[in-house]
């Protein structure tokens, strides 16, 4: 069986990876999304990955601290966990680059776009952090320009929610889930799904989204391979 998706940029946020501890860093977690991701990989799929710092700092609830340096301080989270998932896939023998957007040359490539597609074309997975090197932009809307730049089939934002809601489906038991949206209805109505920011690049960009639930992890395969799960969201 054939991949629907020949190259794709996932979104990880950083809570997924600290599973029930809420902090931190859960290995065995990691490794069962890992294993998904390898699955991918080894069916000829090509993989970007925007991984989030929400497990090791939020710059939005730090408080009185001035935003610029709140943001920073979330760009070096979104390594740590960029280089965990490195650590986990380079363990299952799979080939792996990280790349930052801001320059730390120790432990990481810097983000050269044509250098990140040359890593995608000879099948290694390229792993993204310090979303898009700037404050005020999340990693979000780091995944959507990425999802771009590498010219991906689609964007994969793997959640903790099974898909897109009118409203919370933890909070409303007579939440309505989709099975498709465009990006217009997202901003219109205010869904959630991402920041507005992110949202517009996609749209703008004809850059098609897949929300699905990460905590089953082989959801990542099984969306590779046309599985019918999530919600899909593209404008046309």
Same mark, same amino acid.
């Given at each position: ?8 940029? $996932? ?37 970007g990955i925007v991984v989030g710092g929400g497990n090791f700092w939020r710059g939005r609830s730090s408080g009185g601290m001035d935003r610029t340096r709140a943001d920073h301080m979330g760009m ?91 409203? +919370? ?11 498709? $949206? ?12 991402? +920041? ?41």
């Amino acid at each position: 069986m054939e991949p629907r998706y020949k190259r794709i940029l $996932l979104k990880l946020s950083g809570e997924a990876l600290a599973g029930e501890k809420k902090f931190g860093l859960d290995y065995s977690i990691i490794t069962e999304i890992c294993e998904s991701i390898k699955k991918c990989a080894e069916a000829g799929v090509e993989i970007g990955i925007v991984v989030g710092g929400g497990n090791f700092w939020r710059g939005r609830s730090s408080g009185g601290m001035d935003r610029t340096r709140a943001d920073h301080m979330g760009m070096l989270a979104t390594t740590i966990n960029a280089l965990a998932i490195a650590d986990v896939l380079e363990s299952m023998d799979i080939d792996v680059r990280v790349q930052t957007a801001i320059t730390m040359q120790q432990v990481a490539e810097p983000y050269i776009r044509l250098k990140a597609m040359n890593h995608l074309k000879k099948g290694r997975i390229v792993i993204f952090g310090c979303g898009t090197g700037n404050p005020f932009f999340s990693t979000d809307t780091a995944a959507a320009l990425r999802a771009v730049e590498i010219e991906a089939d689609i964007f994969f934002k793997a959640t903790m929610v099974d898909g897109v809601y009118d409203k +919370d489906p933890h909070k409303y038991d007579d939440a309505k889930k989709y099975d498709t $949206l465009t990006f217009s209805e997202v901003l219109s109505n205010e869904l959630g799904v991402m +920041d507005s920011t992110a949202a517009t690049m996609c749209r703008d960009n004809d850059m098609s989204l897949l929300v699905f639930d990460l905590s089953r992890p082989d959801n990542i395969y099984d969306a590779v391979m046309g599985a019918n799960i999530g919600t899909i969201i593209k404008e046309n």
